[in-house]
T-cell receptor, first 114, second 112 residues
Framework: GENVEQHPSTLSVQEGDSAVIKCTYS??????FPWYKQELGKGPQLIIDIRSNVGEKKDQRIAVTLNKTAKHFSLHITETQPEDSAVYFC?????????????FGKGTKLSVKP | EADIYQTPRYLVIGTGKKITLECSQTMGHDKMYWYQQDPGMELHLIHY???????EKGDLSSESTVSRIRTEHFPLTLESARPSHTSQYLC???????????FGQGTRLTVV
């Protein structure tokens, strides 16, 4: 089955700096890779996703890159702000076909210091 | 804002009690999930359903049970709660395979 590794587990940056979180996956058939942000006391919310037919996707200060050959994908946050502080999860959709569950990484706690 | 709701948000109960955590979504999604989130943040899939009358156990063994009698409702039941069940429980739903999951706010359960 699919296995998703996420690094680092904690990340502290200065406001205005960039933050990068990396994930690797094991199932070459995985074709959907979302990123979630979880704020304290709330459920995770999707911030960006990418499908396997695309190498990069950007939404304002957030971008995701996918390297299918190496089976890794990364989240890039530029010009970080204190409100970016949260736990971030990457995920990969396991297997092919019409089913397949999302397999999550263990999370990265991002702290943005003002 | 996703239309998926969990009740209660917080619950403190005594050991041995039976409890049901409620999860409802109004989006007509077939796929629904229960995750247990430990203090170290990791999300563990404990149950999922691909539609009415479909339930499966997830990757993490759990003493809880689920039912899916209606599309919109996916309750999780603990027959006899123990302190080891203390955790955050998150419910989620998805319309199809290659789409995002929408999460509820979670239920923080404490068993004393």
């Amino acid at each position: 089955g699919e296995n998703v590794e996420q690094h680092p587990s904690t990340l502290s940056v200065q406001e205005g700096d960039s933050a990068v979180i990396k994930c690797t996956y094991s199932d070459s058939a995985s074709n959907y890779f979302p990123w979630y942000k979880q704020e304290l006391g709330k459920g995770p919310q999707l911030i960006i996703d990418i499908r396997s037919n695309v190498g990069e996707k950007k939404d304002q200060r957030i971008a995701v890159t996918l390297n299918k050959t190496a089976k890794h994908f990364s989240l890039h946050i530029t010009e970080t702000q204190p409100e970016d502080s949260a736990v971030y999860f990457c995920a990969a959709r396991s297997g092919g076909g019409s089913q397949g569950n999302l397999i999550f990484g263990k999370g990265t706690k991002l702290s943005v210091k003002p | 804002e996703a239309d998926i709701y969990q009740t209660p948000r917080y619950l403190v109960i005594g050991t041995g009690k039976k409890i049901t955590l409620e999860c409802s979504q109004t989006m007509g999604h077939d796929k629904m999930y229960w995750y247990q989130q430990d203090p170290g943040m990791e999300l563990h899939l404990i149950h999922y359903s691909y539609g009415v009358n479909s339930t499966e156990k997830g990757d993490l063994s759990s003493e809880s049970t689920v039912s899916r009698i209606r599309t919109e409702h996916f309750p999780l039941t603990l027959e006899s709660a123990r302190p080891s069940h203390t955790s955050q429980y998150l419910c989620a739903s998805r319309p199809a395979a290659n789409t995002e999951a929408f999460f509820g706010q979670g239920t923080r359960l404490t068993v004393v």
